[in-house]
Antibody
Framework: EVLLLESGGGLVQPGGSLRLSCAAS????????MGWVRQAPGKGLEWVSG????????DYADSVKGRFSISRDNSKKILYLQMNSLRAEDTAVYYC???????????WGQGTTVTVSS | QSVLTQPPSVSAAPGQKVTISCSGS????????VSWYQQFPGTAPKLLIY???GRPSGIPDRFSGSKSGTSATLGITGLQTGDEADYYC???????????FGGGTKLTVL
């Protein structure tokens, strides 16, 4: 079964850091573009970041550029999102997703909740 | 303000057909494939349509997608109460080098 399982969310103070992980199983992880999408409470989907199959190229939404860093370990089949200088507006459910524009984001994790509050 | 524009809500009766529009520009919809996602409250989004009009395995043919110029449309026929959900379009914006989603459309089946 193809699965993505996020972890690492939690409550953090403004200015703090968190690292999210997304463990993949059931498919050849190194063959797929991966990304992170978030959803603030009561709001729509917001793309956060995407990374190439090799990890050599990454893109970021303007709202997180310079604060968040995406990476992947193809040998461990794990996608990461390092989040620094967190703000209240980063509070959201964070989903990892497989795929990009060619075939859509066809597999999603269940999400992990990040709450930034003092 | 989303880069892609969707109506906030649409509604129709069971058994009827509904369309959801997604309007963009030449840098996103005009030059990239569009995908559509269905999301029920408290759950992860699910891919409904990819490459403008492709349906992943398991998605019924009641769901269809189309694209013309800088706009895309999701169609749902034979509406069921179980189709009540939020629907999002998405694509890549080549100028901004980012992925963009529409603001989402809430479907109500009356």
């Amino acid at each position: 079964e193809v699965l993505l399982l996020e972890s690492g969310g939690g409550l953090v103070q403004p200015g703090g850091s968190l690292r999210l992980s997304c463990a993949a199983s059931g498919f050849t992880f190194s063959n797929y573009v991966m990304g992170w999408v978030r959803q603030a409470p009561g709001k729509g989907l917001e793309w956060v970041s995407g990374i190439s199959v090799s990890g050599g190229s990454a893109d970021y939404a303007d709202s997180v550029k310079g604060r968040f860093s995406i990476s992947r370990d193809n040998s461990k089949k794990i996608l990461y999102l390092q989040m620094n200088s967190l703000r209240a507006e980063d509070t959201a459910v964070y989903y990892c997703a497989r795929g990009g524009v060619l075939n859509g984001m066809d597999v999603w994790g269940q999400g992990t909740t990040v709450t930034v509050s003092s | 303000q989303s880069v892609l524009t969707q109506p906030p809500s649409v509604s129709a009766a069971p058994g009827q057909k509904v369309t959801i529009s997604c309007s963009g520009s030449s840098s996103n919809i005009g030059n990239n494939y569009v995908s559509w996602y269905q999301q029920f409250p408290g759950t992860a989004p699910k891919l409904l349509i990819y490459k403008n009009n492709g349906r992943p395995s398991g998605i019924p043919d009641r769901f269809s997608g189309s694209k013309s110029g800088t706009s895309a449309t999701l169609g749902i026929t034979g509406l069921q109460t179980g189709d009540e959900a939020d629907y999002y379009c998405g694509t890549r914006d080549s100028s901004l080098s980012v992925w963009v989603f529409g603001g989402g459309t809430k479907l109500t089946v009356l």
